[in-house]
């Protein structure tokens, strides 16, 4: 009987040392919408507003701890930081920022194209790549030296001689295999 009373005492007490000893930062901005002016803007937890609403025409973080993508009139997608520094410009996709694919997203500097971590808005592998198609399965197929085909008024395609391709931290890998 003791030995289920030891167990017991023991799950208690690490689900509570789990459970109570995650604290959450509570320094963070949240988004807020003027639905009448269709202006966004970011508030923090007392509810003054940090981000003006119209500063930028869309903001697309809902909650704002380390960075924010966010559209700009003169930059177009943007990440920046709490001062509002740009950090790196978005790669654009299907009419917004790029969505994050195995928490990576896409990010351009000088015409090139590298990756930012989601959570942190961290740059992992630095724009260096004509062409960078989204992480699957920890790895993406990315080009130098790319041409881009419009498909129809919407759709672009990409060609390059020879396609590459990385892990999560930059390093070119072989080939994924095809096997079917």
């Not at 030995?3 to 799950?11: I, W």
């Not at 896409?106 to 942190?120: C, P, V």
Request: charged letters at 25%; aromatic letters at 16%; a positive charge.
């Amino acid at each position: 009987m003791a030995s289920l009373q030891t167990k017991l005492f023991l799950f208690l007490l690490l689900y509570s040392l789990t459970t109570f000893g995650q604290k959450k930062s509570k320094d963070y901005l949240l988004l807020f919408a003027d639905t009448t002016k269709d202006e966004y803007g970011y508030k923090n937890q007392n509810g003054d507003t940090v981000v003006k609403p119209g500063k930028y025409n869309f903001c697309f973080t809902d909650t704002f701890r380390t960075y924010a993508i966010v559209e700009d009139k003169n930059f177009g997608f943007i990440a920046i930081d709490r001062q509002q520094d740009i950090l790196y410009k978005v790669f654009p996709f299907d009419n917004g920022p790029d969505y994050a694919s195995e928490g990576l997203f896409r990010i351009i500097s000088n015409n090139k194209i590298g990756y930012a971590d989601e959570a942190t808005g961290k740059i992992i592998v630095k724009p260096q790549f004509d062409c960078a198609f989204p992480f699957q399965n920890g790895v993406a197929k990315v080009g130098m030296n790319c041409n881009t085909y419009a498909d129809d008024a919407a759709h672009h395609t990409w060609t390059t001689d020879k396609w590459l391709y990385i892990n999560k931290r930059g390093k070119l890998i072989k080939p994924p295999s095809s096997k079917k």
